[in-house]
């Protein structure tokens, strides 16, 4: 791994750890605070491993398809930015109630980091992840591949609620066609929402 790529990961890391409040407290308040976040974050330990695991293996590849990406990457972030998007998506990992969402939501805290999004797209692909089931993306995964072979999408597979919440989120538009028939367009949220989870397989279903 290339040094770049290691100072990346290392910065990547200190914002997901989680612990800066606890290195401020007393010895003795630490262990309350390790049992407090066991109840609240139940998967804290296996989501921070995740997320180390994805962001190695997202930067790396990104630096060599393209060199110039943590320059590229650098110019487009805010101040804060990769911080804020960093915690959050990672607390959201930490708080799943499945493995799978938990493995969804480390992978987009790593592919959250690209310059191919402007900042305000990722901070709204960061609120629809965090209204979105493992489910409703294997949905939209389909939606996108019929789309690319152009076909017209008048239903989605998977439950109701995968439709309510792709539409709820912005990441598709149903479009009224003749009749009762509806047609399901990409919107360019749900776009950047599959792109940010390139690197996410599912352990069940399609993708």
Known sequence: MSDPTQAALHFVMDATAGYVIEKALEPALRPALAFLRSILLPRWDDSRDEVRKCVADAFEAAEKADSQFFERLQRSLQSGEADALLTRLAREAAQATTEERMRMLAA?????????????MRSRVTRALEQLEPSDVIALREVNAAHM??????????????????????????MPGVGQDTRFEMLPLGRAVLHTLKLWKPAYGAG
């Open 149 to 174: 072979k152009h076909r017209n999408v008048q239903q989605i597979n998977g439950p109701p609620e995968s439709t309510r919440a792709l539409l709820q989120t912005g990441c598709l538009f149903d």
């Open 108 to 120: 987009a805290a790593a592919g959250i980091l690209t310059p191919d999004l402007e900042s305000e």
